[in-house]
């Protein structure tokens, strides 16, 4: 079979777009998780937030699939980085050949080459890997898991530190965390652009309720760190973080303290996937998280005009700091799967896949 591809117009293709979640992972029409995500992604993020395109076969003209990149800029040694995530990439499954996956993700790279991203980060499954290798991604590292149990742990509640810090959970970033960014960028080698307005895009308003843990400098009410997540059924997944420094007393106040809260509310568990600098690592371990065994790649696509020392300096994972719940866009069951009332029902899956 022969394909064409095309960027997709919000209005022209919203049918064959939902007729593809519907055959391929949600019903935007019953699961309200699903359809938010799926107006936040094809109709409230504009042109230069998001892009989908669509594969087409040739003979019959008829939609089979779609693949989509949203903007998440990153901070490396001083300036803006450019970047994307790819994400929801869908091809129905009669056509689940090397071609029409092959057509989706070139145009969706080309068409992010063309918008200006200098690189982009994705961490593939099993199936998506070698489109994902042909179309010229290449392997920086492992996403490991990191879990801490808090059930029963009488340790935590002594944090954070009540002389010098308060924790405080929020739904929304406000300019305080654009203060934060501002400081704390140099600090970090490739992290995500972190301002207020990006999180909230990115993760406010929605059911799946990401909700940000904050750690404030007691005297003043500064914001000194936060935490990303949202809950499951027995824990919680942290989707991204930024403290004032990457190490030291103020980390361990915010995992420590986040993880007390979440003791507090009745979780047993808290997860993060990470890859990147060792040292970061080395400080998840000291303060009681544990690795466990399961892993993801994380592979990039470099701009083949980027260059070419910044090209080499993308494949060290020492150049990152990364979190696997950045390029998540579609949640798992656990937190997805709606019945007809509504409400959720839960499976036990430690993170979104």
């Not at 937030?49 to 901070?75: P, Y």
């Not at 970090?188 to 207020?196: F, L």
């Not at 009745?266 to 998840?284: D, I, K, N, R, T």
Request: proline letters at 4%; a negative charge; aromatic letters at 12%.
């Amino acid at each position: 079979m022969a394909y064409t591809v095309i960027l997709a117009q919000t209005d022209e293709h919203h049918d064959a777009l939902r007729r593809i979640w519907q055959s391929n992972s949600y019903d935007p029409v019953t699961n309200p998780f699903a359809r938010e995500r799926f107006d936040w992604l094809y109709r409230d993020a504009g042109p230069g937030d998001a892009q989908t395109w669509l594969a087409i076969e040739t003979e019959s003209q008829a939609v089979v699939g779609c693949g989509s990149v949203f903007r998440s800029n990153r901070w490396f040694q001083g300036r803006r980085v450019e970047a994307g995530v790819p994400a929801v990439f869908f091809v129905e499954k009669e056509h689940r050949v090397a071609a029409a996956a092959l057509a989706i993700q070139r145009a969706v790279l080309a068409g992010g080459c063309r918008t200006g991203f200098e690189v982009a980060v994705a961490k593939p499954n099993r199936r998506a890997r070698p489109v994902c290798d042909r179309v010229g991604y290449q392997p920086v590292s492992e996403l490991h898991d990191w879990v801490r149990v808090v059930w029963g742990d009488e340790t935590l509640p002594a944090w954070p530190d009540a002389g010098d810090y308060v924790g405080e959970t929020v739904s929304a970033a406000d300019e305080r965390f654009d203060r934060l960014w501002e400081r704390a960028r140099h600090g970090y080698p490739m992290a995500a652009e972190k301002t207020a307005a990006f999180l909230n895009w990115r993760y406010s308003g929605t059911r799946e309720n990401y909700r940000f843990y904050c750690l404030l400098r007691k005297d003043d009410r500064r914001l000194l760190g936060y935490i990303v997540f949202y809950a499951m059924k027995d824990g919680v997944v942290v989707t991204e973080l930024l403290a004032e420094h990457p190490s030291g007393a103020v980390l361990e106040n915010l995992l420590l303290g986040f993880c007390s809260q979440m003791k507090r509310e009745g979780q047993v568990w808290v997860s993060l996937w990470y890859m990147g600098a060792a040292a970061f690592e080395h400080e998840l371990g000291r303060i009681g998280f544990t690795r466990g065994t399961h892993q993801r790649t994380l592979c990039v696509y470099l701009n083949p005009n980027a260059d070419p020392g910044f090209r080499r300096e993308m494949l060290d994972r020492n150049n990152w700091f990364i979190f696997a719940g950045e390029m998540d866009v579609i949640l798992s069951d656990e937190v997805w799967r709606a019945d007809q009332a509504g409400d959720v029902v839960a499976e036990r899956v430690i993170a979104a896949g």
